[in-house]
């Protein structure tokens, strides 16, 4: 293939491949895709989408979330309850957990989870950041909305540890039930930590 | 053993890695068709069956089916979560280090039920005991015994005399401990204290329940620790990852917190 196709195809298509999910076959087609020109416009739209992507964004230095404006607009909201921080491992979580429209602090990305599978390590995510954030800062209450995975856990019980000498309070995200879930078909693991997670009702 | 079109066995999840949209690839060691790799279709999506079971280090009974190129993951049924394990950095990395010398160390689809046992149990160990090193010790020398690569501590591998209590050398490439006397420059080895040789021969030779009481001075466990990664390191021709990351751990734990014990049980253990 590769004697045969120009260089700027093979370009895109290299570039394309290096997309987390997208094998060389995906690649081939997305450009093939945008070579043809069937829908007029859309290389453009898309070039000039990826010109934006990275000249019009950045990290705020206080949350290290992706913004346009630095800080960002939720760290410069003085609605919002600037005592409270969310910590999530990427910003797409501080995406689902505004959908939930049930909080309104700040939040702190951390940029992924330790792992010592893949080797990410403490000093790879934003975590001194966020430890001096709470002992310079005036918070209540830090929430750590990592993961319920291997990674997540482990990294919220690293913070716990880091955080034990400071005054705020430290919680976890409740692990329950999945809403419209039958208890019949949940996995025990599942189960077993909504049990140890229940709520006093009377 | 030649897998049916459908069929269970016990196993621990050794690797996983998201696999398309929602899916999970495992790599599991199961007890009786040794590794093998297998998707968990769904098990990312928080309302799946699987999703809980289908986490690092846990032990399942799985149905599987083979598949064209992978086994498909048909329904697990958790046996042992390892709880305190997965929400233990310290503990997480041992299991980690574990699993990747286990990885590195066994072939694929050859059924190994004592290398089995020998996993179950060390994760296990992990999870309960306050010794983690030692538990790593133990897990090391069982597994070169059981691969093939058991180091003789007895007797001098050059001049196959008996090996005295006093500093030795040990050597991968030659299979073991090596008397002063014996050593030529041209042998690759490290120095073994008389200290470290007496535990080491503890190791190999006793069951756990026996070894799981010693008490090891914290300067004699680095030493411990030294020789066998330098042993295995060798043997494997190549660095160890979670090795890598623990001492790595070790670094930015004494740089950032210089009271503040990095596990939540035993500060020491580190
Ligand atoms: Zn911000």
Redesign the pocket.
């Known amino acids: 293939m590769s004697n045969v196709l120009p260089k700027p195809v093979l370009r895109l298509i290299n570039e394309f491949g290096r997309l987390p999910g997208i094998g060389p076959k995906t690649a081939s087609r997305l450009t093939f895709y945008l070579l043809r020109g069937n829908d007029a416009g859309l290389a453009a739209d898309l070039s000039a989408a990826l010109a934006e992507l990275s000249e019009n964004t950045q990290y705020?230095t206080?949350?290290h979330?992706i913004?346009e404006q630095n800080?960002?607009e939720?760290?410069s909201d003085t609605e919002r309850d600037q005592q409270v921080i969310c910590v999530v491992e990427e910003p797409l979580d501080v995406v689902a957990i505004e959908r939930s429209r049930m909080f309104g602090g700040?939040?702190h990305v951390l940029h992924g989870a330790l792992s010592p599978v893949e080797g990410i390590g403490p000093d790879d995510l934003k975590i001194g950041e966020l430890i001096g954030r709470v002992q310079q800062g005036d918070f209540r209450e830090v929430i750590l909305a990592t993961n319920a995975t291997l990674e997540g856990d482990t990294t919220a019980s690293y913070l716990q540890m880091r955080l034990a000498d400071t005054a705020v309070r430290v919680t976890r995200l409740a692990r329950g039930l999945p809403v419209g879930g039958d208890i019949e078909y949940t996995d025990e693991v599942t189960l077993g930590r909504a049990l140890e997670g229940r709520r006093e009702l009377k | 053993m030649k897998r049916e079109r459908s069929y269970r066995t016990e196993a621990i999840i050794i690797r996983r890695s998201d696999f398309g949209e929602a899916d999970r690839l495992l790599t599991l060691l199961t007890r009786d068709y040794g590794k093998l790799r297998a998707i968990a279709k769904g098990a990312r999506k928080p309302q799946s069956r699987k999703t809980g079971h289908v986490e690092l280090f846990m032990r399942s009974q799985f149905m599987l089916a083979k598949g064209r190129n992978l086994d498909i993951v048909t329904q697990v049924e958790l046996i042992e979560p390892h709880r305190v394990l997965s929400a233990d950095l310290v503990r997480a990395t041992y299991a980690a280090y574990v699993v990747e010398l286990l990885d590195s160390f066994t072939p694929e689809e050859e059924r190994q039920v004592a290398i089995y046992e020998l996993l179950r149990d060390t994760l296990g160990r992990l999870d309960t005991s306050d010794n983690v090193r030692l538990v790593a010790r133990y897990f090391e020398l069982r597994l070169l015994s059981l691969v093939g690569y058991q180091p003789q501590l007895f007797y001098c591998v050059v001049s196959g005399e008996p090996i005295e209590q006093a500093d030795q050398y040990i050597s991968p490439e030659e299979g073991g401990l090596i008397a002063a006397a014996h050593l030529s420059p041209a042998i690759r080895a490290r120095q073994v204290s008389a200290g470290a040789v007496k535990v080491l021969r503890f190791l190999q030779t006793r069951a756990w329940d026996t070894v799981a009481h010693l008490q090891l001075r914290d300067d004699l466990h680095r030493e411990l620790e030294m020789v066998m990664h330098y042993y295995i390191q060798y043997l494997l021709e190549k660095g160890v990852k979670s090795a890598e990351f623990l001492y790595r751990l070790r670094r930015e734990t004494i740089s950032l917190t210089q009271n503040q014990p990095l596990s939540n049980d035993s500060p020491n253990m580190l």
């Open positions: 705020c206080a949350c979330n913004t800080p960002c939720v760290c700040v939040y």
